[in-house]
């Protein structure tokens, strides 16, 4: 059987590369983007531009007509419209 001990006085260790604040798509700018536009984030704040993308989406009928990919290379997201 498994042993397992648990232990108390353990600091919590603080999180590394999150940002404390979420990216939101509000913060973006989808709305200004033609097709073949795109935009770069740093990685450590980028993380999260796919659930930005997700949410900017959902956010009106309209917006679902629109289409983005996003890719990394060189240390930040990049994030394009394609259709």
């Known amino acids: 059987m498994l042993q ?19 990216l939101c798509y509000k913060d973006l700018p989808f709305d200004k983007m033609e097709v073949n536009d795109s935009f770069a984030l740093p990685l450590d704040i980028g993380q ?3 659930t930005a993308i997700g949410s900017y989406r959902y956010s ?3 917006n679902t007509k629109k289409q983005f990919v996003t890719r990394t ?8 419209r394609v259709e």
């Open 4 to 22: 397992v001990i648990v232990q108390s006085g353990i600091p919590l260790p603080a999180k590394i590369g999150k940002r404390e604040k979420k």
């Open 48 to 50: 999260g531009v796919g």
């Open 73 to 80: 290379e060189n240390g930040e997201i990049r994030v394009w």
């Open 60 to 62: 009106s009928r309209e």
